[in-house]
């Protein structure tokens, strides 16, 4: 099983600043690497596919970035509706397994 | 539009069984791998398991010979058939589509959750 690890664990951002998000995988996922994000009581949203491919709809601020075991989602300007829980997600091996999330909170 | 609709949890004592329901629309369901996830009260996402369109199936090694994966194509439905529910099987169930790819953009698609609490 491929272990997932993102840190840090929460992000205290001022709105309009820039967040950085790590994921690191335990072996090689390739590109096959996507980031969610979730809101309180809400299901998660796909923002990043294949490492680096923004989910349709999703803003230009949401870049994703990696490839084999380390990986990075970036918030260019983060807004009011960023500040939620993201995580990372391995869809290279069975079974598929998420990270811990990081909580990107408000400074 | 496209709805996944989950239905079925409910609170159930340890060792009891529980089949969850997701109705999907909005799409071709038959076309689309499917997946379920879970996340316990206050955790994160766990991946539970995948069916895709061809019936291949595969499960975490949590649940692997307690759940079955089922899908029923004419019917527009994903199902999750739970037995021998353990305290830690406790959480909320998302039905989720794998990618859903239109005009060279992906998007997936996740259903608002079913609660299923397994306690004594």
């Known amino acids: 099983e491929i272990l997932m690890t993102q840190s840090p664990a929460t992000l205290s951002v001022s709105p309009g600043e820039r967040a950085t998000l790590s994921c690191r995988a335990s072996?090689?996922?390739?590109?096959?690497l996507g980031w969610y994000q979730q809101k309180p009581g809400q299901a998660p949203r796909l923002l990043i596919y294949?490492?680096?491919t923004r989910a349709t709809g999703i803003p230009a601020r949401f870049s994703g970035s990696g490839s084999g075991t380390g990986f990075t989602l970036t918030i260019s300007s983060l807004q009011s509706e960023d500040f939620a829980v993201y995580y990372c997600?391995?869809?290279?091996?069975?079974?598929?397994?998420f990270g811990q999330g990081t909580k990107v909170e408000i400074k | 539009e496209v709805q996944l609709v989950e239905s079925g949890g409910d609170l159930v004592q340890p060792g009891g069984s529980l089949r969850l329901s997701c109705a999907a629309s909005?799409?071709?369901?038959?076309?689309?791998?499917m997946n379920w996830v879970r996340q316990a009260p206050g955790k994160g996402l766990e991946w539970v398991s995948h069916?895709?369109?061809?019936?291949?199936?595969y499960y975490a090694d949590s649940v692997k010979g307690r759940f079955t994966i089922s899908r029923d194509n004419a019917k527009n439905s994903l199902y999750l058939q739970m037995n021998s529910l353990r305290d830690e099987d406790t959480a909320v169930y998302y039905c989720?589509?794998?990618?859903?790819?239109?005009?060279?953009?992906?998007?997936?698609?996740w259903g608002q959750g079913t609660l299923v609490t397994v306690s004594s």
């Open positions: 909005g799409f071709t369901f038959s076309d689309y791998d």
């Open positions: 294949g490492a680096s």
């Open positions: 997600q391995q869809y290279a091996n069975w079974p598929r397994t």
């Open positions: 989720a589509s794998a990618s859903v790819c239109s005009g060279g953009s992906c998007r997936t698609y």
């Open positions: 069916i895709s369109s061809s019936r291949t199936i």
């Open positions: 072996q090689s996922v390739g590109s096959n």
